[in-house]
């Protein structure tokens, strides 16, 4: 009799063991340091061959025998893990409680100082608190409902914050954890693989492979390299066929990065050529055109991915006669021409405006005011008059013929501002640079202009309102009337 009541007594203690419940919770960690939220956790008991999942945001799952269990609804009651865990100075929590009681929440360290404490009479069911802590290290948040008993550690790797436990509201009723339905007996061989998403990519976890007799914390850790990000710098050491490119990895840093280099090409919706750089993030391009803008941009290829940095630019400089530059444009007569207009810096801007033959810029320019020729304002006709010419004159009736279309060099402001070598085009040139060269018109920062191709494919950007390139085309190269030339353009011999 004695020895059946003894195998009565062990079978109940078996079943116990059996029907214990284990709350098993899950976190991740993203490499190393920083919260990363769940997607799900796929659970698989090896032992009894099932598997299920934990779907976001539930990450907390309650295993236990369901051999001769009723089928009633299992709340879960207790003290939830922190989300985010590990945080940066704040993170918040969940108390479940089955009916009324009275809640103590207490924040201690691991050598039991209370840094903060909430005190309240709460009702039934999920009550929700932001934590705050003040320095990098492991809490212990204690929680006392009644005559039961919680605690949670936590893990701040912010500083800086004040140490504080703050209620922010409640739901009504209880709030269910996710039961598992499938049979788990305590020592059961567990596996536990956790899922999360980052920047579009379904990002895995290692595999937790355990005996599981007890309540536990899991931290899944993920390890993702992140794609870099790239800037585009400005070009340097720009010549007439040569200019040096630079990029820069601006984060990210080390990622792990396959190739790096420039695209580039004179057309910024196009960029056909490419060129790998070296480790210093850095290339030459040689054989460019001269005078001639590229656009180009960086980018690095990481994973399977190709990165790009902004879209910059660049123009190519022209050969030098006394420190100026000019183009070869391939023309028959051999003649270059000017990248920048007398007074300019730059091809886009206009530069100065000169009378024919003047070397001086003015305010205004008249008949009363041009050195080499005068008239007479006719009211009544409203024309002028009585025109004289002194200079540079083909026509009778206005004065002395003289029949000069080449500015002298005491009456050219090119040949005085830049010297010997450079001076204002003929009408022959411009003839010549009209009928030999493409036309386009087109931009630069913002003006608009024509952009002039030679033969050879090199290119000026003669950037003039159209009534003024029309003007330097069909101007006999004399002073006529009101229809005063200005120097936009010089050529060189």
Same mark, same amino acid.
Request: no cysteine; glycine share 8%.
């Given at each position: 009799m004695k020895n059946l009541y003894f195998v009565v007594i062990m079978l109940l203690i078996c079943v116990g063991a059996m029907s214990q419940e284990i709350t098993v919770r899950f976190t991740g960690q993203l490499n190393g340091a920083n919260y990363c939220q769940l997607d799900s956790v796929l659970i698989t008991n090896t032992t009894r061959g099932w598997s299920e999942n934990v779907v976001y945001p539930d990450t907390v799952i309650v295993l236990g025998s369901m051999v001769n269990i009723s089928n009633e609804e299992t709340f879960g009651q207790g003290l939830g893990q922190n989300v985010p865990n590990p945080f940066n100075c704040?993170?918040? $929590?969940?108390?479940?409680?089955?009916?009324?009681? @009275? $809640?103590?929440?207490?924040?201690?360290?691991? &050598?039991?100082? $209370?840094?903060? %404490?909430? =005190?309240?009479l709460l009702k039934e069911g999920s009550h929700k608190f932001n934590i705050s802590t003040a320095n990098p290290q492991t809490y212990i948040l204690n929680a006392i409902a009644g005559k039961k008993n919680y605690s949670i550690r936590m893990v701040n790797v912010g500083s800086g914050c004040a140490n504080f436990i703050k209620y922010t509201g409640a739901s009504t009723g209880l709030v269910a954890k996710l039961t598992s339905t499938n049979e788990f007996h305590t020592g059961d061989q567990m596996e536990y693989v956790g899922?999360?998403?980052?920047? @579009?990519?379904v990002v895995t976890s290692e595999t937790i492979s355990q005996v599981q007799t007890e309540n536990q914390d899991f931290i899944f850790e993920f390890a993702y390299t992140f794609a870099p990000d790239v800037e585009t710098l400005d070009a340097t050491d720009?010549?007439?066929?040569?200019?040096?490119?630079?990029? %820069?990895?601006?984060? @990210?840093?080390?990622?792990?990065?396959? %190739? =790096? &280099?420039f695209f580039y090409g004179i057309d910024e919706n196009e960029l056909i050529n490419h060129v790998i750089a070296d480790s210093n993030f850095n290339v030459t391009l040689t054989d460019l055109l001269v005078n001639t803008t590229y656009y180009y941009k960086a980018y690095v290829t990481y994973s399977t991915d190709t990165i790009y940095g902004e879209t910059r630019s660049f123009r190519t400089r022209g050969n030098t006669l006394n420190e100026y530059e000019f183009v070869d444009l391939g023309l028959p007569s051999g003649k270059s021409w000017a990248t920048c207009n007398v007074g300019a810096n730059n091809p886009e801007e206009f530069g100065n405006?000169?009378?024919? &033959?003047?070397?001086?810029? =003015?305010?205004e320019y008249s008949w009363d005011n041009y050195i080499y020729g005068s008239a007479t304002y006719d009211e009544t006709y409203q024309s002028y008059t009585d025109v004289h010419i002194t200079k540079y004159n083909n026509v009778s009736s206005w004065g002395s013929v003289d029949n000069i279309y080449t500015l002298e060099d005491s009456d050219d402001v090119a040949n005085l501002t830049r010297g010997t070598g450079w001076r204002i085009p003929t009408k022959e040139e411009i003839d010549e640079l009209k009928d030999n060269c493409t036309w386009?018109?087109?931009?630069? @920062?913002? $003006?608009? &202009?024509?952009l002039v191709t030679g033969p050879n494919e090199n290119s000026i950007s003669f950037l003039l309102l159209v009534t003024e390139v029309r003007t330097l085309i069909k101007m006999n190269m004399v002073f006529i009337g009101l229809a005063l030339l200005t120097t936009k353009v010089l050529v060189m011999d």
């Open positions: 704040e993170t918040s $929590v969940e108390l479940t409680i089955s009916q009324q009681e @009275n $809640v103590i929440l207490q924040l201690l360290d691991a &050598g039991g100082k $209370v840094y903060a %404490e909430y =005190k309240s899922y999360t998403t980052i920047e @579009n990519n720009i010549t007439g066929a040569t200019a040096s490119l630079y990029g %820069e990895i601006t984060t @990210n840093a080390d990622s792990i990065i396959s %190739e =790096k &280099g405006y000169y009378a024919w &033959g003047e070397i001086s810029v =003015k305010d386009t018109w087109t931009t630069i @920062n913002d $003006v608009y &202009g024509y």
